[in-house]
T-cell receptor
Framework: GAGVSQSPSNKVTEKGKDVELRCDPI?????LYWYRQSLGQGLEFLIY????????KSGLPSDRFSAERTGGSVSTLTIQRTQQEDSAVYLC?????????????FGPGTRLTVT | GDSVTQMEGPVTLSEEACLTI???????????LFWYVQYPGEGLQLLLK?????DKGSNKGFEATYRKETTSFHLEKGSVQVSDSAVYFC????????????FGAGTQVVVTP
């Protein structure tokens, strides 16, 4: 079956512009996670969705970052007024249940470059 | 606070050598533990997991045992292949954390013919 998909695969943007990153989880997976992978910070958790609500936004680095999930499926991560330090690979993962017993399936990521 | 620490790389090995990547964790309670692998140009894949003390996870010839007494989850493989060249991440999911993964820094493994 289809795995987690993310778009775009690559995004180059100018500093100060807004960007939207999309994640399409595996059908039926209620838990959705965003992570960020960067050279300096490694793999960091950003936000968790259960259905359409986000009980844990503790990893969002600033108020320029926001995310939503609609219909319990597709999620969009928005970064406003991008900065060079936002350059990273943004990973989305989904899981049947938000538990350590259930595997998280990762998408291929969106590589964001802020120039 | 909670954290995962793994040995730094890169680790360079010859084919058929033994591989060990050390991983230790700090957590309140009893986390679930994971090894993820990222092959060149690919996404993160779950390699193996263990959800309670003394559990052994295994897959593709790799093994790791959840050791509560030493708070460790070391990854081992007896005979590596060139195709095992990748970055390996140790991770934990702590209790009451909504299943979010907390990763170590990653260890790059390079296997030469």
């Amino acid at each position: 079956g289809a795995g987690v998909s993310q778009s775009p695969s690559n995004k180059v943007t100018e500093k100060g512009k807004d960007v939207e990153l999309r994640c399409d989880p595996i059908s039926g997976h209620t838990a959705l996670y965003w992570y960020r992978q960067s050279l300096g910070q490694g793999l960091e958790f950003l936000i968790y969705f259960q259905g359409n609500s986000a009980p844990d936004k503790s990893g969002l680095p600033s108020d320029r970052f926001s995310a939503e999930r609609t219909g319990g499926s597709v999620s969009t991560l928005t970064i406003q007024r991008t900065q060079q330090e936002d350059s990273a690979v943004y990973l989305c993962a989904s899981s049947l249940v938000s538990s350590g017993s259930y595997e998280q399936y990762f998408g291929p990521g969106t590589r964001l470059t802020v120039t | 606070g909670d954290s995962v620490t793994q040995m730094e790389g890169p680790v360079t090995l010859s084919e058929e050598a033994c591989l060990t990547i050390n991983c230790t964790y700090t957590a309140t309670g009893y986390p679930s533990l994971f090894w993820y692998v990222q092959y060149p140009g690919e996404g993160l894949q779950l390699l193996l997991k263990a959800t309670k003390a003394d559990d052994k996870g295994s897959n593709k010839g790799f093994e790791a045992t959840y050791r509560k007494e030493t708070t460790s989850f070391h990854l081992e493989k007896g005979s590596v292949q060139v195709s095992d060249s990748a970055v390996y991440f140790c991770a934990q999911v702590t209790t009451d954390s909504w299943g979010k993964l907390q990763f170590g820094a990653g260890t790059q493994v390079v296997v030469t013919p």
